[in-house]
Every structure is written in structure tokens, then in C-alpha cells.
């Protein structure tokens, strides 16, 4: 059966904290794992949260601050040490190159998996599978940064009544479904729109055109909530967002589950950022992330 889920390995922003560690998110979609921003520590809460090198076929990096990149070389060691079997793919802005080489190889180790890079300079489509196709938005932040945005494509949802007036059974579904039209019968007389689910990962930035075109209509949106509202100044100055803000962005996008995360240090009580949320007119499903939590992408309608 296929899983689609977010394994969440760490909600901290900066620097860890005696119940948080650095960013770490593993995204399961059907048969594949994509991992979005290891910050140090990840590899340990890899092994934590029941995730394994072997689940890893993609690598996310929003940006080259050390709480959202430090643990890659932990990560792509481990990926080599295991000898994953499939070659894992690696995003990171190309302005990063650097950082990336020098993480990739910090340390002497044997490479013995195939990882390819593949960075991004621009917006756009950066990988297309049969499952899903991949995009990425450039952010508003100090350094240069991407946020990533996964979309299945449409289908088809074939309604049984309208089969069975038309007198559609057996192995002429099949037929109608691959030729399009059946014995006069077109494969819209019989079916409707299956909308592809949509996910979307905005880690450090302020408001920009690009989080809104990367939050509209998902599923499932994971967004940075550095601050609070009260500290909006800090959070401009510093190229975040506050928990009020981003709710506002998953409203207006329609957002069906949004998961806050990427909280400062200075705040102890979590509920606020749900709270400052829900103030915002936000009223989909709402999750304040913690380490190791579990999220399940939303069914469809």
C-alpha cells in the first residue's frame, strides 16, 4: 500500500535545543523518500524515527545556513556506508556549490553510491517522474534560498453509475480508459477529474511571490514560524516569517494541512504559535511540529 507522509527529525531553528534538533524532514511519497534540509544531528534522528539510508532517493536543500545543511555529511556517508542500491539525487542552490562539495566531502569515507547532483539557479521544474514532478521557487532570505514544491499529476476517477448507464463493465473500462472513447463514448462521459495531491516545503524567508506560488492549493504545506507575531521586525529583518503569516499564506492559498515549524529558541510554549495561527483566519487542519512527529498527507476530497 502506498505511504505518503512527513516524518518530521527536527523543529529547531539556529542552534538545537534540549527538546528540539536542527531542521530535518523526510517526505514518503509512495515508494520514495525525499529528504528536505538535514541539519546536524539528522542522521541520529534518522535512526530515532525508524528511517534508513535505504529510504533516501532524494535530497532537498533549501539553503547553506548551518541548521538546514550541516548534516549532510553524516547523511551521505551513511547513504555510501549502506551502499544504498539506487543513485540518490541531490538539490541545493547552485550559488552553494562550494558548501556542498565541502560537506559531500568533509571527511575520507568510501563512495560506493552514485549521487548526483542536480542544483537549482532558477525557478522551475527540476525533476519529473511518472509519480510526481518537482519545482522549486527562490526565497527571500540573506543567502540565496529555494523552497520545493511536489505535485502529482491529475488523473481520472471513473464514476459507476455513469459506466453502468452507458453499459461500460468488464474489460471495456480498461479499454475506454486507454483509447479515450468507446463505442461513441468518450472517457469524460464517464469519468471526472482526479486532482494530483500537492505538498510543498518554504523553510527560510519572508513573504514573496515565491511562497505563495509554492503554497497554492497543497495538501500538505511545511512552513517556517521562526517568530511570533509580536517579534515581525526581527523576522523581516532576518529573512523569516511569523506564525500569523504564514497562516495568512495557507488561507489564502487553501491550504488543506499546514505544519508550522523552524522555531527560535527564545519561545518555551508552543501552543501560541497555534494560537497566533488560528487569530490568523487559518481554519484547515493545523499541527505544530515537534521532533519525530508524524503527519499523513491529507486524503483527497
Not at 515508494?31 to 533516501?56: C, Y
Not at 527562490?138 to 481520472?156: F, I, T
Request: glycine share 10%.
Amino acid at each position: 500500500m502506498s505511504v505518503r507522509e512527513l516524518v518530521v527529525l527536527g523543529t529547531a531553528s539556529q542552534v538545537p535545543t534540549r527538546h528540539r534538533n536542527h531542521n530535518g524532514y523526510l517526505l514518503r511519497w509512495d515508494g520514495e523518500g525525499i529528504l528536505f534540509d538535514p541539519g546536524e544531528g539528522t542522521q541520529r534522528q534518522m535512526l530515532r524515527a525508524g528511517v534508513a539510508a535505504h529510504d533516501l532517493n532524494r535530497i532537498c536543500v533549501t539553503h547553506f545556513h548551518g541548521d538546514h545543511s550541516l548534516g549532510l555529511a553524516g547523511v551521505i556517508q551513511r547513504i555510501n556506508l549502506d551502499k544504498v542500491p539506487h543513485e540518490v539525487t541531490a538539490h541545493y542552490p547552485r550559488s552553494g556549490q562550494r558548501f556542498f562539495d565541502r560537506l559531500r566531502y568533509a571527511t575520507a569515507y568510501r563512495e560506493t553510491v552514485e549521487i548526483a547532483e542536480v542544483p537549482v539557479a532558477a525557478d522551475g521544474v527540476i525533476a519529473a517522474t511518472a509519480g510526481y514532478t518537482l519545482e522549486a521557487r527562490k526565497l527571500s532570505h540573506p543567502v540565496e534560498s529555494y523552497g520545493y514544491r511536489l505535485a502529482e499529476p491529475d488523473g481520472r476517477r471513473m464514476l459507476p453509475d455513469r459506466l453502468t448507464a452507458h453499459g461500460i463493465k468488464g474489460p471495456d473500462v480498461g479499454r475506454l480508459q486507454r483509447d479515450g472513447v468507446l463505442d461513441g463514448v468518450s472517457l469524460d462521459d464517464v469519468s471526472e477529474t482526479r486532482h494530483g495531491q500537492r505538498f510543498a516545503f518554504v523553510m527560510d524567508t519572508r513573504l514573496c511571490d515565491g511562497v505563495y506560488a509554492l503554497a497554492e492549493g497543497c495538501d500538505l504545506l511545511v512552513i517556517e514560524s521562526t517568530f511570533l507575531d509580536e517579534d515581525e521586525r526581527l523576522a523581516v529583518d532576518h529573512g523569516h516569517l511569523t506564525a500569523g503569516q504564514a497562516a495568512r499564506v495557507a488561507r489564502d492559498a487553501g491550504v488543506r494541512h499546514l505544519v508550522l515549524t523552524h522555531f527560535s529558541q527564545r519561545y518555551s510554549e508552543p501552543e501560541e504559535f497555534e494560537r497566533q495561527a488560528r487569530a490568523a483566519g487559518f481554519e484547515g487542519e493545523l499541527t505544530v511540529a515537534h521532533d519525530l512527529l508524524r503527519v499523513s498527507v491529507p486524503k483527497r476530497r
